[in-house]
């Protein structure tokens, strides 16, 4: 299969989350809490261009923004990390322990993902699947081949995730 000729993409300003993670090593030990201001870009890879299956940016900008409000300004956990260990989620606040240093955190600012770790590898994967989920039906997938996502921490390093639309 060739890639297909057309190529849309999107990765405006508004298109950024700000989270702050540590980056777990397989090794246990993790780097400190920090932050990122993450920015977000998705190509889309199309099999037709023709007037009649005219695809509007808007279904893919809509779900991006909102992906983005949902992670910005969090504390992401990777909730599949073999270091990972929940003390109790309550309401109000949550208990971790993490490559065995203790967490105690508002529940509102946190969101545990089902990752291993939190590294732009992972998020863009994540935030795929999730902006797909999002556009369900109004993803036309007679008409768009694939979708790649690029998270970005920083100017010239980030990670992607490249998705076939079936």
């Not at 940016?57 to 990972?84: G, I, T």
């Not at 309550?90 to 971790?96: G, K, M």
């Not at 768009?144 to 920083?154: G, H, M, N, P, R």
Request: net charge negative.
């Amino acid at each position: 299969m060739y890639p297909t000729p057309h190529r849309l993409f999107i990765g405006k300003d508004n298109h950024k989350f700000f989270v702050s993670h540590m980056t777990v090593l397989p090794d246990g030990t993790k780097e400190r809490l920090h932050g990122h201001n993450y920015m977000v870009t998705l190509r889309i890879d199309l099999r037709d261009i023709s007037f009649q299956n005219f695809l509007h940016f808007d279904v893919f900008k809509k779900s991006m923004e909102a992906q983005c409000r949902e992670w910005d300004e969090h504390v992401l956990v990777a909730e599949q990390n073999p270091y990972l260990e929940i003390v109790r989620r309550e309401p109000a606040e949550v208990e971790f322990r993490l490559c065995g240093k203790r967490y105690v955190l508002p529940a509102d600012e946190v969101i545990f993902l089902p990752l291993e770790n939190i590294v732009v590898e992972t998020l863009s994967r994540e935030f795929c699947q999730r902006i797909i989920a999002r556009m369900g039906a109004a993803l036309d997938r007679k008409l768009v081949a694939s979708l790649d996502v690029s998270v970005t921490e920083t100017l010239g390093q980030g990670g992607g995730y490249f998705h076939v639309i079936a």
